[in-house]
């Protein structure tokens, strides 16, 4: 036997290597094989429920990391919810109706004019679930778990017919109707927009002040004044019918030259300086009150503009007068409607003037700005053109600019039930608290939801027409309409006559001769996803409402937080949420957004093949998602690294506890050494702190955080680097050794547990080098902090030794660097300490050599020319005296005092230990 076989060295099989792109693939399908995601459902019947429901992301394309994080999120709040005694089915979703679908198609050259419609809806439903295979593909390679072969999309029967319960719902509480009213229209997608889908860019537009000639004056203003308005879309000034003023405000009647100008005297001075007046006369004074019903020219059409007031009208820009197009423009609406204006539109769906634009007809809206500033300008009416870059809405899709256009649409009635969606607000937990202020404010400024779409790729509004026009929506034709989505999908209502969608033997007043239409319109896509609370939460056996949890990104504020609980309460009186987290976005590594032109997206599956699903895992561990994160190689590469510190450490307790069997081995924490107490307090002190302030709060960075420091300073830089002279040197069954190994095994243990949420493979992996009784950690429960004796006035100690310590760790330093040692088992420390110094160390009971990883250690009263002062500790390093253990590697004086001249090589301690443990080597020698 040689020497170097006396020694305790651990041994493993667990690869230092990880190799996860390929070793994950192989976990994942024996997860599969095994169905561990049934067993842990089956594990947690009965237990008290915890539900995070799936925003659905959109099926097309394949995942990007914004996905990632996301996914990623509620995995690691799924898994570790059913490690905490919670039963938690994960059941996912995918949104599939909508325009990106219909987009796709045209690029590949399927024109939906060209063909039977049930046809195109077909290929649109295949593409969709094709996207859905894909994405599932993405999100299972990356370790999520869930029920992944059930999951809900938004294009099946059962999920489009309750969808259609709950548009009768609020049809039959009154939140239903039609109306034409200004909505968002984006010409590029030809449809209606929610406020959801709309983002704002900078865009350069025309500044005009125009002059509109009084016709009618009320005997107030003479017919040679003319009003001046300002506006900022010359391409409305077709549909202009009238122009609002202040009631309250003065106006001014001002000459300049040979004409008289109407203005606003609080924003004379402001317009004067822009339009160019050096000189100007105030002729005539009036209130805004005083010019309402008078009438003034169109500057280009045979017609005259009726002057109304409204408190829309402010002095914050413009000229107090305020051009007015009923058709384009909210506040325009409200006020033309009270006066009795018709509501004129005359822009097509593409963006087009219509014949009721006389001189534009067949012109795009924005082609018309230059003709009508330049006839503007002929006639004398043009007082200034400039331009200026404004922020300007924009569909958030296509990102081309939006515009106000009044057309028939469908509405949910926000105003009806309002207070009721802001009280349950109130209610909901919010775990980003500013989430909760942006939401409020949203629905309280929320015009009403435009819900119907001019698309074809969606679920239809369930709404028929009698002959005389009437709108039919009952609860009788709902529960057709939803029975029969659900026995054959939504397809039949485009496959079918009107009167075949209706219940047999159905008539109504308003058809004397039982002829019926079908509304043509679909519904928004918000109103789908919007809609899953019914549709998943409430039929699902294995689900229920409310949801504890919904997580999604910070732009669901708009989206789905917002429609969600919009229907949910108009139908329940609840929100569907009882607590609601949102996510920044995912930024390059200078903090810029991804984007195919800047070359600066990276994809999942491109860190996968190079780094591993749990690579991707830790970094989405690693950041703060409250706001947003970046990404970059680089930052994963440095994530690879902290990984690559976990495994290394996590591989030395498995090796180190390979001979150590618990239900036989473990040392009662009572017996253990005080070191081993503070260890085994500090293990509880982590698995607290990581369930309480990390899993229980989602806060992922601190269970990052908490769980590298322990593993980096406490374990590695501390505890497990003096344990290679005990572990390794003592007796295979010594107590110290046992004491130890209870420690690092429990540690082991508790922090694969604690892991497995976050690096499921790499948990799985290390809990194959265990002796628990689980198959899998995801079987296992999460550790119980434990509470012990004395254990506040125990970490005291050694915090106060540590202290110490890192001053001894300096000296040591020093003299490494004035070659006075090499390794520190050369050294000799002697402390020259103070009374309290002396009073710690003794108390400790411990060889403090040992800890401070040194050949010999003194406590002294005499300074020398040697000492180094850090603080209150005074110490001096010196080249320990003796010889080198070949065993043990300490120096020593005692090597050789041994008679055996087998053991002539090695220490007193080490000869004790061989004398005892291995008595027939010691006699026959050791091999060179």
Same mark, same amino acid.
């Given at each position: 036997?040689?020497?170097?076989?006396?020694?305790?060295?651990?041994?493993?099989?667990?690869?230092?290597?990880?190799?996860?792109?390929?070793?994950?693939?192989?976990?994942?399908?024996?997860?599969?094989?095994?169905?561990?995601?049934?067993?842990?459902?089956?594990?947690?019947?009965?237990?008290?429920?915890?539900?995070?429901?799936?925003?659905?992301?959109?099926?097309?394309?394949?995942?990007?990391?914004?996905?990632?994080?996301?996914?990623?999120?509620?995995?690691?709040?799924?898994?570790?919810?059913?490690?905490?005694?919670?039963?938690?089915?994960?059941?996912?979703?995918?949104?599939?109706?909508?325009?990106?679908?219909?987009?796709?198609?045209?690029?590949?050259?399927? +024109?939906?004019?060209?063909?039977?419609?049930?046809?195109?809806?077909?290929?649109?439903?295949?593409?969709?679930?094709?996207?859905?295979?894909?994405?599932?593909?993405?999100?299972?390679?990356?370790?999520?778990?869930?029920?992944?072969? +059930?999951?809900?999309?938004?294009?099946?029967?059962?999920?489009?017919?309750?969808?259609?319960?709950?548009?009768?719902?609020?049809?039959?509480?009154?939140?239903?109707?039609?109306?034409?009213?200004?909505?968002?229209?984006?010409?590029?997608?030809?449809?209606?927009?929610?406020?959801?889908?709309?983002?704002?860019?900078?865009?350069?537009?025309?500044?005009?002040?125009?002059?509109?000639?009084?016709?009618?004056?009320?005997?107030?203003?003479?017919?040679?004044?003319?009003?001046?308005?300002?506006?900022?879309?010359?391409?409305?000034?077709?549909?202009?019918?009238?122009?609002?003023?202040?009631?309250?405000?003065?106006?001014?009647?001002?000459?300049?030259?040979?004409?008289?100008?109407?203005?606003?005297?609080?924003?004379?001075?402001?317009?004067?300086?822009?339009?160019?007046?050096?000189?100007?006369?105030?002729?005539?004074?009036?209130?805004?009150?005083?010019?309402?019903?008078?009438?003034?020219?169109?500057?280009?059409?045979?017609?005259?503009?009726?002057?109304?007031?409204?408190?829309?009208?402010?002095?914050?820009?413009?000229?107090?007068?305020?051009?007015?197009?009923?058709?384009?423009?909210?506040?325009?609406?409200?006020?033309?409607?009270?006066?009795?204006?018709?509501?004129?539109?005359?822009?097509?769906?593409?963006?087009?003037?219509?014949?009721?634009?006389?001189?534009?007809?067949?012109?795009?809206?924005?082609?018309?700005?230059?003709?009508?500033?330049?006839?503007?300008?002929?006639?004398?009416?043009?007082?200034?053109?400039?331009?200026?870059?404004?922020?300007?809405?924009?569909?958030?899709?296509?990102?081309?600019?939006?515009?106000?256009?009044?057309?028939?649409?469908?509405?949910?009635?926000?105003?009806?039930?309002?207070?009721?969606?802001?009280?349950?607000?109130?209610?909901?937990?919010?775990?980003?608290?500013?989430?909760?202020?942006?939401?409020?404010?949203?629905?309280?400024?929320?015009?009403?939801?435009?819900?119907?779409?001019?698309?074809?790729?969606?679920?239809?509004?369930?709404?028929?027409?009698?002959?005389?026009?009437?709108?039919?929506?009952?609860?009788?034709?709902?529960?057709?309409?939803?029975?029969?989505?659900?026995?054959?999908?939504?397809?039949?209502?485009?496959?079918?006559?009107?009167?075949?969608?209706?219940?047999?033997?159905?008539?109504?007043?308003?058809?004397?001769?039982?002829?019926?239409?079908?509304?043509?319109?679909?519904?928004?896509?918000?109103?789908?996803?919007?809609?899953?609370?019914?549709?998943?939460?409430?039929?699902?056996?294995?689900?229920?409402?409310?949801?504890?949890?919904?997580?999604?990104?910070?732009?669901?504020?708009?989206?789905?937080?917002?429609?969600?609980?919009?229907?949910?309460?108009?139908?329940?009186?609840?929100?569907?949420?009882?607590?609601?987290?949102?996510?920044?976005?995912?930024?390059?590594?200078?903090?810029?957004?991804?984007?195919?032109?800047?070359?600066?997206?990276?994809?999942?599956?491109?860190?996968?093949?190079?780094?591993?699903?749990?690579?991707?895992?830790?970094?989405?561990?690693?950041?703060?998602?409250?706001?947003?994160?970046?990404?970059?190689?680089?930052?994963?590469?440095?994530?690879?690294?902290?990984?690559?510190?976990?495994? +290394?450490?996590?591989?030395?307790?498995?090796?180190?506890?390979?001979?150590?069997?618990?239900?036989?081995?473990?040392?009662?924490?009572?017996?253990?050494?005080?070191?081993?107490?503070?260890?085994?307090?500090?293990?509880?002190?982590?698995?607290?702190?990581?369930?309480?302030?990390?899993?229980?709060?989602?806060?992922?960075?601190?269970?990052?955080?908490?769980?590298?420091?322990?593993?980096?300073?406490?374990?590695?830089?501390?505890?497990?680097?003096?344990?290679?002279?005990?572990?390794?040197?003592?007796?295979?069954?010594?107590?110290?050794?046992?004491?130890?190994?209870?420690?690092?095994?429990?540690?082991?243990?508790?922090?694969?547990?604690?892991?497995?949420?976050?690096?499921?493979?790499?948990?799985?992996?290390?809990?194959?080098?265990?002796?628990?009784?689980?198959?899998?950690?995801?079987?296992?429960?999460?550790?119980?902090?434990?509470?012990?004796?004395?254990?506040?006035?125990?970490?005291?100690?050694?915090?106060?030794?540590?202290?110490?310590?890192?001053?001894?760790?300096?000296?040591?330093?020093?003299?490494?660097?004035?070659?006075?040692?090499?390794?520190?088992?050369?050294?000799?420390?002697?402390?020259?300490?103070?009374?309290?110094?002396?009073?710690?160390?003794?108390?400790?009971?411990?060889?403090?050599?040992?800890?401070?990883?040194?050949?010999?250690?003194?406590?002294?009263?005499?300074?020398?020319?040697?000492?180094?002062?850090?603080?209150?500790?005074?110490?001096?390093?010196?080249?320990?005296?003796?010889?080198?253990?070949?065993?043990?590697?300490?120096?020593?004086?005692?090597?050789?005092?041994?008679?055996?001249?087998?053991?002539?090589?090695?220490?007193?301690?080490?000869?004790?230990?061989?004398?005892?443990?291995?008595?027939?080597?010691?006699?026959?020698?050791?091999?060179?």
């Amino acid at each position: 036997m040689k020497m170097k076989e006396t020694l305790n060295l651990g041994k493993t099989a667990f690869p230092m290597r990880a190799n996860l792109p390929n070793r994950e693939v192989a976990w994942q399908e024996e997860w599969e094989t095994s169905e561990v995601y049934a067993k842990r459902q089956q594990l947690n019947e009965g237990k008290p429920t915890f539900i995070l429901h799936d925003g659905p992301p959109y099926a097309n394309g394949n995942i990007h990391l914004g996905h990632s994080l996301n996914k990623i999120s509620k995995d690691i709040i799924v898994r570790s919810k059913s490690m905490s005694g919670f039963r938690t089915p994960y059941v996912p979703g995918w949104d599939t109706h909508g325009l990106p679908i219909e987009q796709v198609l045209t690029n590949k050259k399927i +024109n939906r004019k060209e063909m039977e419609l049930s046809a195109y809806l077909e290929e649109c439903r295949k593409y969709a679930l094709s996207q859905v295979d894909t994405q599932r593909a993405d999100f299972k390679r990356l370790g999520v778990t869930g029920d992944w072969e +059930n999951p809900y999309i938004t294009l099946n029967p059962e999920y489009e017919a309750a969808q259609i319960r709950v548009f009768g719902k609020m049809a039959e509480n009154g939140y239903i109707y039609k109306g034409l009213k200004p909505i968002y229209w984006s010409p590029s997608s030809e449809s209606s927009l929610a406020e959801a889908e709309i983002e704002y860019k900078d865009v350069k537009s025309p500044s005009i002040y125009v002059a509109f000639k009084v016709v009618d004056g009320k005997g107030i203003l003479s017919d040679d004044v003319e009003m001046v308005i300002w506006t900022t879309t010359p391409w409305t000034l077709p549909a202009n019918l009238g122009i609002s003023v202040n009631p309250d405000f003065d106006y001014a009647v001002v000459k300049v030259d040979n004409r008289k100008f109407v203005i606003a005297q609080v924003m004379l001075e402001k317009v004067a300086n822009e339009i160019g007046w050096t000189e100007f006369e105030i002729v005539q004074t009036l209130k805004g009150l005083d010019m309402e019903y008078m009438t003034a020219q169109h500057p280009f059409y045979d017609r005259t503009s009726l002057v109304m007031v409204g408190d829309h009208v402010t002095d914050e820009a413009g000229t107090g007068l305020v051009h007015t197009a009923p058709g384009h423009g909210e506040d325009d609406y409200h006020v033309g409607k009270k006066y009795g204006l018709a509501i004129l539109s005359p822009v097509d769906s593409r963006g087009v003037y219509t014949d009721e634009a006389p001189l534009f007809t067949g012109m795009f809206y924005d082609k018309a700005n230059p003709m009508i500033t330049e006839m503007l300008e002929k006639s004398g009416a043009l007082l200034k053109l400039d331009f200026f870059t404004h922020s300007y809405p924009h569909d958030w899709r296509t990102k081309k600019p939006v515009i106000f256009r009044a057309t028939p649409q469908w509405f949910a009635s926000i105003d009806k039930f309002r207070q009721n969606i802001l009280d349950e607000v109130e209610k909901v937990d919010w775990i980003i608290p500013w989430g909760k202020t942006r939401l409020y404010n949203m629905v309280r400024d929320r015009g009403d939801w435009v819900i119907s779409r001019q698309r074809a790729w969606g679920v239809p509004l369930p709404i028929f027409y009698a002959e005389n026009g009437e709108e039919i929506i009952t609860p009788e034709t709902i529960a057709h309409v939803a029975q029969l989505f659900s026995e054959h999908g939504s397809i039949i209502w485009w496959n079918r006559e009107a009167k075949d969608l209706l219940p047999e033997g159905f008539t109504h007043a308003g058809s004397p001769n039982g002829i019926f239409t079908k509304e043509k319109d679909i519904m928004d896509v918000w109103f789908d996803s919007g809609s899953s609370h019914e549709a998943v939460l409430r039929q699902r056996e294995e689900l229920s409402f409310p949801a504890d949890l919904y997580l999604e990104g910070s732009d669901q504020y708009r989206g789905w937080f917002n429609s969600s609980i919009t229907t949910s309460v108009a139908i329940n009186g609840v929100a569907p949420y009882k607590a609601v987290l949102s996510q920044g976005f995912v930024l390059d590594g200078e903090g810029r957004k991804m984007s195919k032109s800047l070359g600066n997206v990276i994809l999942p599956e491109k860190v996968v093949k190079q780094f591993g699903a749990d690579i991707l895992r830790l970094w989405v561990a690693s950041v703060d998602s409250e706001a947003d994160v970046r990404v970059s190689m680089d930052i994963l590469t440095q994530v690879a690294e902290v990984y690559r510190k976990i495994r +290394n450490t996590m591989r030395f307790l498995i090796a180190n506890t390979s001979d150590f069997t618990p239900n036989t081995n473990a040392v009662p924490f009572e017996e253990l050494r005080s070191v081993d107490k503070y260890m085994m307090i500090r293990l509880n002190e982590v698995i607290r702190s990581v369930r309480e302030k990390g899993y229980d709060k989602y806060n992922f960075i601190h269970i990052y955080k908490t769980i590298v420091n322990f593993l980096t300073v406490d374990l590695s830089q501390f505890y497990l680097d003096f344990a290679k002279d005990v572990v390794y040197i003592e007796a295979e069954n010594a107590h110290s050794r046992r004491a130890m190994q209870t420690v690092m095994y429990e540690t082991l243990v508790a922090l694969t547990k604690l892991l497995a949420p976050i690096l499921p493979h790499t948990a799985e992996e290390i809990w194959k080098e265990t002796k628990e009784e689980e198959e899998f950690v995801q079987l296992s429960e999460f550790p119980t902090a434990r509470s012990f004796a004395d254990e506040q006035a125990i970490l005291e100690q050694w915090n106060a030794f540590l202290d110490f310590r890192d001053d001894v760790l300096k000296g040591l330093e020093n003299a490494r660097n004035e070659k006075v040692i090499g390794k520190s088992l050369e050294a000799k420390v002697t402390v020259f300490a103070t009374e309290a110094q002396k009073v710690l160390l003794e108390s400790l009971n411990a060889d403090i050599a040992q800890l401070l990883i040194v050949s010999e250690f003194e406590l002294s009263t005499d300074a020398n020319n040697d000492t180094q002062t850090f603080g209150d500790t005074k110490l001096s390093v010196t080249h320990a005296t003796g010889e080198v253990c070949v065993r043990c590697r300490a120096t020593s004086t005692t090597v050789g005092d041994d008679e055996n001249p087998h053991l002539k090589d090695v220490c007193h301690k080490c000869a004790e230990i061989l004398k005892e443990n291995f008595a027939e080597e010691v006699m026959s020698g050791f091999e060179e």
